[in-house]
């Protein structure tokens, strides 16, 4: 998986606000403890801190005031799991999507990446009917179905 990706998954588990050891998000996230350290250091570059704990029970713990990963109910964090799960099998999703130019339309994205900005997710991803990688909240998707059909790393954006 791509960095964003590996940090984005210590995030989800640490969301918990649990101490986990160095070993165990290692483990989880399937990388070194090294990159484990380093993936730190860049979320508090960029202002997501972590409490960091010695000895035999230590490891990392998110700060108690920290709401970077608040999904806002159930139905969303289901859905960013299983938009996370196809991203990782490549898996398209069928999407009705609503947004304030087009309004509600029906849309066959291959999703790449999951991301947080101002508090609102959002899943990077090549979409079939605009031909081009767009950008969908996931709040204005009202409805989606994964699809058992996969696409290749290098879409072909057609002219």
């Known amino acids: 998986m791509s960095k964003i990706a590996n940090m984005l998954n210590m995030l989800q588990i640490l969301k918990d606000k649990k ?3 160095l070993a165990s998000l290692a483990e989880d996230i399937e990388v070194s403890e090294r990159m484990i350290r380093q993936y730190k250091t860049e979320l508090e570059q960029a202002g997501i801190y972590l409490k960091s704990y010695t000895g035999k029970y230590g490891g990392y713990q998110l700060y108690e005031n920290s709401n970077f990963l608040k999904i806002e ?3 969303k964090e289901k859905m ?13 999703i069928k ?3 609503e947004s304030v130019n087009s309004g509600l339309t029906e849309r066959i994205i291959h999703p790449a990446e999951l991301f947080l900005y101002i508090d609102k997710w959002y899943i990077g991803a090549f979409c079939e009917l605009r031909n081009e990688i767009r950008l969908f909240k996931l709040d204005n998707i009202k ?7 996969v696409y290749l790393d290098k879409t072909t954006i057609k002219k």
Do not use: G, Q, W
């Not at 409805?143 to 059909?149: A, F, I, M, P, T």
């Open 143 to 149: 409805k989606y179905e994964v699809l058992n059909e």
């Open 80 to 92: 960013y799991i299983i938009m996370r799960e196809a991203i990782s099998k490549k898996n398209k």
């Open 95 to 97: 999407i009705k999507y």
């Open 19 to 21: 101490i986990h050891s």
């Open 73 to 75: 109910n159930e139905v």
